[in-house]
Structures are given as structure tokens and as C-alpha cells.
Nanobody, 125 residues
């Protein structure tokens, strides 16, 4: 099991940047794939980005590719989501998730077995 706590959300203007962090605890962190998901008001939770256990394999949703970057620091047990050129449609609660004990990325929400509580990101136009 991996315990996850997100931080870094806030209110920004369109075009601004924001970096989310997710601090993790648990012995399986370094061998676990990690992901970011988001839920916009009135919508289903959707995949944003994921990173494999080494940090080299990454996947992105089409809506964020080229603007968002996921990375991890296994020495600090932390995963990051750097968000650039933010748009109002990026407004959502962002969740960090882990595939505890599984090293490979996935876009599928149900393949993640540990979740953070979420952090709100609001982008004004």
C-alpha cells in the first residue's frame, strides 16, 4: 500500500504555470507506477499522465501532451506534475495515484490501487 498526499493546487490565470506535488509513503513506492488523474465539475474522473518506476516511461492524455510534464524523484518519494500554458478547461480536482507494486504505466483508473485526497486547480480566463 502507498499513502499519497497532494499539494500545490491553487487559483491561476490562463497561460500560467503550476506544479503539483504528491508525497508518498510506503515501501513499494520506488517499484510502483504513478499517475495523475483529474475530475472537472460535472464530469467523470479522467487520466492525465503516468510515469513508470524508473521515471523514463511516461504517457499523457492528448489534452495535456506538450503542456504538462510528469516526473518522479524516488529518493524523495515524490511525484510531480508540471503544468504549463494552463487553460480554463484544466480546472479540476487533481488526484495522484499509484499502482502499488506494479512498475508499468497505465491509463486505466481501475488499475491504480492507492489514491490521494486530491488538490483543486482553478484556471480563470
Amino acid at each position: 500500500q502507498v499513502l499519497l498526499v497532494e499539494s500545490g493546487g491553487g487559483l491561476v490565470q490562463a497561460g500560467d504555470s503550476l506544479r503539483l506535488s504528491c508525497a508518498a509513503s510506503g515501501r513499494t513506492f520506488s517499484s510502483s507506477a504513478l499517475g495523475w488523474f483529474r475530475r472537472a465539475p460535472g464530469k467523470e474522473r479522467e487520466f492525465v499522465a503516468a510515469v513508470g518506476w524508473t521515471g523514463y516511461n511516461t504517457v499523457y492524455a492528448d489534452s495535456v501532451r506538450g503542456r504538462f510534464t510528469i516526473s518522479r524523484d524516488n529518493a524523495r518519494n515524490t511525484v510531480y506534475l508540471q503544468m504549463n500554458a494552463l487553460k480554463p478547461e484544466d480546472t479540476a480536482v487533481y488526484y495522484c495515484a499509484a499502482r502499488a507494486g506494479t512498475p508499468y504505466t497505465s491509463r486505466t483508473e481501475t488499475s491504480y490501487n492507492s489514491w490521494g485526497q486530491g488538490t483543486q486547480v482553478t484556471v480563470s480566463s
